[in-house]
Protein backbone atom coordinates (compact mmCIF):
# COMPACT_ATOMS: atom_id res chain seq x y z
CA UNK A 1 0.00 0.00 0.00
CA UNK A 2 2.76 2.43 0.23
CA UNK A 3 2.93 2.37 -3.31
CA UNK A 4 -0.74 3.55 -3.82
CA UNK A 5 -0.29 6.48 -1.10
CA UNK A 6 2.76 7.64 -3.15
CA UNK A 7 1.37 7.41 -6.30
CA UNK A 8 -1.95 9.69 -5.08
CA UNK A 9 0.43 12.19 -3.52
CA UNK A 10 1.94 12.61 -6.73
CA UNK A 11 -0.86 12.72 -8.50
CA UNK A 12 -2.51 15.03 -6.32
CA UNK A 13 0.63 17.12 -6.55
CA UNK A 14 0.59 16.72 -10.37
CA UNK A 15 -3.25 17.97 -9.96
CA UNK A 16 -2.43 21.39 -7.79
CA UNK A 17 0.50 22.18 -10.31
CA UNK A 18 -2.45 21.92 -13.17
CA UNK A 19 -4.66 23.56 -11.19
CA UNK A 20 -1.93 26.35 -10.60
CA UNK A 21 -0.99 26.73 -14.18
CA UNK A 22 -4.88 27.08 -15.29
CA UNK A 23 -5.54 29.76 -12.56
CA UNK A 24 -2.03 31.35 -13.63
CA UNK A 25 -2.85 31.60 -17.28
CA UNK A 26 -5.99 32.76 -16.51
CA UNK A 27 -4.72 35.75 -14.74
CA UNK A 28 -2.51 36.56 -17.27
CA UNK A 29 -5.00 36.64 -19.79
CA UNK A 30 -6.94 38.95 -17.80
CA UNK A 31 -4.78 41.18 -17.14
CA UNK A 32 -3.33 41.54 -20.76
CA UNK A 33 -6.95 42.22 -21.81
CA UNK A 34 -7.07 45.12 -18.79
CA UNK A 35 -4.40 46.52 -20.82
CA UNK A 36 -5.75 46.66 -24.19
CA UNK A 37 -8.56 47.85 -22.88
CA UNK A 38 -6.38 50.76 -20.84
CA UNK A 39 -4.17 51.46 -23.70
CA UNK A 40 -7.32 51.84 -25.91
CA UNK A 41 -8.89 54.54 -23.80
CA UNK A 42 -5.57 56.52 -23.62
CA UNK A 43 -4.69 55.77 -27.30
CA UNK A 44 -7.42 55.35 -29.19
CA UNK A 45 -8.73 59.56 -28.13
CA UNK A 46 -5.29 60.85 -28.89
CA UNK A 47 -5.29 59.38 -32.12
CA UNK A 48 -8.28 60.74 -33.15
CA UNK A 49 -7.84 63.89 -31.76
CA UNK A 50 -4.14 64.12 -33.63
CA UNK A 51 -5.91 63.58 -36.83
CA UNK A 52 -9.12 65.46 -36.42
CA UNK A 53 -6.56 68.73 -36.10
CA UNK A 54 -4.69 67.59 -38.75
CA UNK A 55 -7.81 67.28 -40.82
CA UNK A 56 -8.72 70.16 -39.88
CA UNK A 57 -5.57 72.48 -40.35
CA UNK A 58 -5.73 70.93 -44.20
CA UNK A 59 -9.40 71.73 -44.72
CA UNK A 60 -9.06 74.90 -43.68
CA UNK A 61 -5.87 75.84 -45.25
CA UNK A 62 -7.22 74.47 -48.53
CA UNK A 63 -11.04 76.57 -47.76
CA UNK A 64 -8.70 80.31 -47.53
CA UNK A 65 -7.02 79.01 -50.67
CA UNK A 66 -9.45 78.08 -52.91
CA UNK A 67 -13.09 79.46 -51.37
CA UNK A 68 -15.95 77.50 -50.59
CA UNK A 69 -17.01 76.50 -54.27
CA UNK A 70 -16.79 73.95 -56.41
CA UNK A 71 -12.55 73.24 -56.67
CA UNK A 72 -12.75 73.26 -52.87
CA UNK A 73 -14.83 69.54 -53.01
CA UNK A 74 -14.15 68.62 -57.07
CA UNK A 75 -10.51 70.29 -56.53
CA UNK A 76 -8.55 72.81 -57.90
CA UNK A 77 -8.42 71.45 -61.32
CA UNK A 78 -10.37 67.99 -61.78
CA UNK A 79 -9.13 65.83 -64.45
CA UNK A 80 -12.08 65.85 -66.36
CA UNK A 81 -11.87 69.52 -67.02
CA UNK A 82 -8.56 69.05 -67.91
CA UNK A 83 -9.28 67.42 -71.38
CA UNK A 84 -11.96 69.63 -72.33
CA UNK A 85 -9.84 72.31 -71.98
CA UNK A 86 -7.27 71.18 -74.83
Known sequence: MPRSDHSSDS???SYDSDE???LAQKEW???LEELQQLLLVLLLPWVGKYFGRRCSYWLYDRYTRI???KSFFMGEKPLAW???SR
Do not use: H, I, Q, T
Request: charged share 20%.
Open 82 to 84: SFF
Open 20 to 22: DYR
Open 11 to 13: SNA
Open 67 to 69: GLG
Open 29 to 31: NES
